[in-house]
Each structure stands twice: as structure tokens, then as C-alpha cells.
């Protein structure tokens, strides 16, 4: 079994910060692409980041320059520093990994449950 367990979500003003933490856990053989995506009320879900092992990202255009992707391999996790919020960044946060399981040849996509980011104008 694995599992993506977010945190860090929450209520913030324009302009500030926030810091989204994903930590993978259970029978993980390794990982490849991890990354952050979220889904705006009412709107289709959307890249907002990803990540792959060596350390190479991919941003969207929208949070270029106010986000910043980052991963510890070692335990599994993946980070999203949110500066510069903006109220059209309000949305829930998904936290995906492409993971190989132990005994298993080929990589799935896992998901987290989400945590909500709320900005206030």
C-alpha cells in the first residue's frame, strides 16, 4: 500500500506565504516524477508544478517566479513554497508521484486527498 499525505494548506492574504509539505509512504521501490497540481472552484484540475528524481523542474506559467518545487529523496517528500499568493492561486492542492512498488515492474500515478489554499484579497 502507499499513500501521499499533504500538508501545509490554509487561509492566507494576498501577497504571503504558504509551504506545502508531501511526504510518500508504504512499500516504495522508488519514484519518479512528483509534482503539484490543483483544481480552482468550479475549474478543471491544472499543473502547477512538478519534479522529476534528478532534480529537473517544470512550472506553469502562472506561478513562474512566486513558486518553487522542491524534493527530499531521502524521505520521500515533495515541497511547494507558495510567495507572492494571489487570490486566483485559492484552489485545493494535489500532491501526485509516479512510484514503482516494490516487486512491481512498472510505475503508477498516485494521489493525494488535497489540502485547501484559500487567499484573501
Known amino acids: 500500500q502507499v499513500q501521499l499525505v499533504e500538508s501545509g494548506g490554509g487561509l492566507v492574504q494576498a501577497g504571503g506565504s504558504l509551504r506545502l509539505s508531501c511526504a510518500a509512504s508504504?512499500?516504495?521501490?522508488?519514484?519518479?516524477?512528483m509534482g503539484w497540481y490543483r483544481q480552482p472552484p468550479g475549474k478543471l484540475r491544472e499543473l502547477v508544478a512538478a519534479?522529476?528524481?534528478?532534480?529537473?523542474?517544470n512550472y506553469a506559467g502562472s506561478v513562474k517566479g512566486r513558486f518553487t518545487i522542491s524534493r527530499d529523496n531521502a524521505k520521500n517528500t515533495v515541497y511547494l513554497q507558495m510567495n507572492s499568493l494571489k487570490p486566483e492561486d485559492t484552489a485545493v492542492y494535489y500532491c501526485?508521484?509516479?512510484?514503482?512498488?516494490?516487486?512491481?515492474?512498472?510505475?503508477?500515478?498516485?494521489w493525494g486527498r488535497g489540502t485547501q489554499v484559500t487567499v484573501s484579497s
Open positions: 501526485h508521484a509516479e512510484i514503482r512498488r516494490r516487486f512491481v515492474w512498472e510505475y503508477t500515478d498516485y
Open positions: 508504504g512499500s516504495i521501490s522508488s519514484i519518479n516524477t
Open positions: 519534479i522529476t528524481s534528478g532534480g529537473s523542474t
